[in-house]
């Protein structure tokens, strides 16, 4: 019943943008916190953006944002001045914890290749 599926992803050369989106279906993504994850092979999994308190890595600061539309139960991440270091799989993630339970999504990630 609850996904998240993002989209958006591709290739892309350096210094150009991109932007993912995330959209929820089950969920409503306005009572979660939502994270943009990415995912480079051989490495772990990295936070890059959050909502709620929203914040950035260091990497991406000045370039990325992330974004909602709670009409459309989406939240997106805006990535200008894309670098090869950015290329990964993205994934988004949604947490919501109450002190009755915790939920935990993710969906199933889309790639971003910069390259020329």
């Known amino acids: 019943q609850v996904q998240l599926v993002e989209s958006g992803g591709g290739l892309v050369q350096p210094g150009g943008s991109l932007r993912l989106t995330c959209a929820a279906s089950g969920i409503m993504l306005s009572i979660y916190d939502v994270g943009w994850y990415r995912q480079a092979p051989g490495k772990q999994r990295e936070l890059v953006a959050s909502?709620?308190?929203?914040n950035y890595a260091d990497s991406v600061k000045g370039r990325f944002t992330i974004s909602r539309d709670n009409a459309k139960n989406t939240v997106y991440l805006q990535m200008n001045s894309l670098k090869p270091e950015d290329t990964a799989v993205y994934y988004c993630?949604?947490?919501?914890?109450?002190?009755?339970?915790?939920?935990?999504?993710w969906g199933q990630g889309t790639q971003v290749t910069v390259s020329s």
């Open positions: 993630n949604a947490v919501r914890s109450t002190i009755v339970g915790k939920w935990n999504y």
């Open positions: 909502s709620g308190i929203t």
